[in-house]
């Protein structure tokens, strides 16, 4: 059954209490005709994460993000080979798998690639509908479609391989009303609890309202192919393109092209590395992730000035930034007036840019686990639906001076 209105609210959204005015503010949502879709995508359902240890990563997340513990999965629950957590904020979830009997493929995922996404997955109002289509345009499907059910009801999945050891679940839920799938249970966490009560009492009920977009590196010659793939096998239309001057440094650089789904609440750029001097960004994660994979995840939030104080106040470690970004001339007669004083980005670190549409402020993390490779943007949109071109060259110069403090560069 396909969706009459591609921007009536999801149920994770309404969920977590976004309005459509919002939702539109936070990720870009524009109008398209879903009918015409041979693939049509309602929105992410799921980042879905293969961890060494997910119960630390799942305490880590609420206490340092600010995400919300909602159901479970474990030996506990009849599910001896894994533990899996699943977290929230606004309509963003996040799901951590790690193995638990030795055996478990998970930890054999682990060992090559260490923590890291292994399935961006997709809510669909056709999962037999999109699947068909995909295995017409030649994608490699590996899930047939299939029925999973317990006392909140039923679920169709199915999954497509997409790049790298990545996978697309595509997740029919409109005729379920349990936490998360089949086979979980609710789950509240003591730790959240006791931290909502006491440290979180004077901050922001949440951090991040919503995935803006997911970024995907690939090696060296691929990123075309992966393009095609979307916009054949999915759907997707093609948003932005960096090549050139546009993204590179006097030592690095990359290639950057971003797909979109029809109604831009799913955004995946997709990188690959250019021949430069030295070695980019994009080819340290191929190497220490051990091939192509999801590089960073863009988190949308209505408040990034409050949003960064709250994280870096609870261990979070962002990207430096120069004063002299901020005082160039340039810069600050080209963005003209923008929420938040310049003086204010400046001593957090925040990025600022501005397009045809409007502006956005945004920023990085550096590497979350002991691989650098996954790392997470903060980002607030004002009416811009870029990526933020006119700060490349700040923040990959700002990458090189990690890679080359851990030798990589």
């Keep these: 059954m396909t969706r009459t209105d591609s921007r009536a609210l999801t149920a994770d959204e309404l969920r977590a209490d976004l309005t459509l005015e919002q939702l539109q503010q936070l990720v870009g949502l524009v109008e398209y005709d879903d009918s015409r879709d041979p693939f049509p995508v309602i929105g992410m359902d799921a980042i879905c994460f293969v961890v060494g240890n997910a119960t630390q990563a799942a305490a880590y997340y609420q206490l340092a993000f600010g995400m919300e513990l909602e159901a479970y999965r474990g030996p506990e629950t009849g599910h001896r080979e894994s533990k899996s957590y699943v977290l929230r904020s606004g309509s963003a979830r996040f799901v951590l798998s790690g193995g638990v009997s030795p055996d478990s493929p998970l930890l054999d995922h682990h060992r090559a690639h260490g923590d890291g996404v292994v399935d961006l997955a997709l809510e669909v109002p056709d999962v037999d509908r999109c699947i068909a289509h995909a295995r017409a345009m030649g994608a490699r499907v590996l899930e047939e479609?299939?029925?999973?059910?317990?006392?909140?009801g039923t679920v169709r999945v199915a999954a497509i391989a997409t790049y790298g050891e990545t996978r697309h679940t595509l997740v029919d839920r409109s005729a379920y009303d349990g936490p998360y799938l089949p086979g979980y249970v609710?789950?509240?966490?003591?730790?959240?609890?006791?931290?909502?009560?006491?440290?979180?009492?004077?901050?922001?009920?949440?951090?991040?309202?919503?995935?803006?977009?997911?970024?995907?590196?690939?090696?060296?010659?691929?990123m075309d192919e992966w393009v095609d793939f979307y916009n054949r096998v999915m759907g997707f239309t093609n948003m932005a393109e960096f090549i050139g001057d546009d993204i590179a440094t006097e030592y690095s650089a990359l290639m950057s092209k971003v797909v979109a789904s029809g109604?831009?609440?799913?955004?995946?750029?997709?990188?690959?590395?250019?021949?430069?001097?030295k070695k980019s960004q994009i080819d340290e994660y191929l190497e220490y992730y051990d091939g192509a994979g999801c590089q960073h995840i863009?988190?949308?939030?209505?408040?990034?000035?409050?949003?960064?104080?709250?994280?870096?106040?609870?261990?979070?470690?962002?990207?430096?930034?120069?004063?002299?970004?901020?005082?160039?001339?340039?810069?600050?007669?080209r963005i003209g007036e923008v929420r938040v004083p310049i003086e204010e980005l400046k001593a957090r670190g925040i990025l600022v840019d501005r397009d045809e549409d409007g502006y956005l402020l945004q920023i990085f993390t550096k590497?979350?686990?002991?691989?650098?490779?996954v790392f997470y943007e903060l980002i607030e949109r004002h009416g811009s639906l870029g990526f933020g071109k006119g700060n490349f060259k700040a923040l990959f110069e700002a990458i090189e001076r990690e890679q080359e403090a851990r030798g990589n560069l």
Excluded: W
């Design 186 to 222: 609710a789950r509240r966490s003591a730790v959240d609890a006791e931290f909502v009560g006491r440290a979180r009492r004077d901050q922001p009920r949440r951090l991040f309202q919503a995935v803006d977009h997911c970024v995907g590196n690939v090696e060296l010659g691929r």
């Design 367 to 373: 590497p979350v686990g002991d691989r650098p490779t």
């Design 298 to 333: 863009a988190l949308a939030t209505n408040d990034i000035v409050r949003t960064v104080d709250v994280m870096r106040s609870r261990g979070v470690e962002f990207l430096d930034t120069p004063a002299s970004y901020y005082d160039d001339p340039a810069l600050r007669a």
């Design 263 to 277: 109604n831009h609440r799913v955004k995946f750029p997709l990188n690959e590395p250019a021949i430069a001097k």
């Design 145 to 152: 479609p299939h029925d999973v059910s317990d006392a909140h």
